[in-house]
């Protein structure tokens, strides 16, 4: 069983589309967080929810939109996309924030065209 | 502000030895600070962690780093590189105080020479 579960692996989309990521863990861990890595692949936090809540909110524009329907689920959604947006996200999850070993998930390699 | 910086985006070793990639980070506070790695198309993964216990922390697959607050460096080292170990490797840092969030490095790409 895949611990931290993103879909899609991949994502093609023209400019201006909406579209989805989503991400399940089944570690029963309290913190999720989505992270993007650009193509130097440096890596940035986006969110972070602890037992649904939204608890860290990076200056990321507000096309991006996290949501945490249940403590295993946290969903990326993002309007208007832009060529800037293509890079890979990257789901994560902890027992609780901050010290403790977060588990990552594959990633999804958004390309917008 | 916390930051970490990771010397040398690439590095390249023979297989059979040392392995150093160096991580320095900048904290007002007392930092946890990690090592993760990324092999190509997968997530990260946790190699060690310190959390101001033990300053030499030592990981998987054979890998340690030793936490030196004098110099505020965390270097990850292994004795003797093998193929498998050709990745991306990021250094992290969080707060004691749980800010809850890791900030990366840029990350160092290490590759093994036969």
Redesign the interface.
Known sequence: DTAVSQTPKYLVTQMGNDKSIKCEQNLGHDTMYWYKQDSKKFLKIMFSYNNKELIINETVPNRFSPKSPDKAHLNLHINSLELGDSAVYFCASSQDPGNTEAFFGQGTRLTVV | AQSVTQLGSHVSVSEGALVLLRCNYSSSVPP?L?W?V?YP??????LL?Y?SAATLVKGINGFEAEFKKSETSFHLTKPSAHMSDAA?Y?CAV???D???????G??TRLLVRP
């Open positions: 946890y990690f993760y990324q198309n997968q997530g990260l993964q946790l962690k959390t991306e990021f969080t707060r004691s749980s800010s809850y969030k890791l900030i990366f840029s990350g």
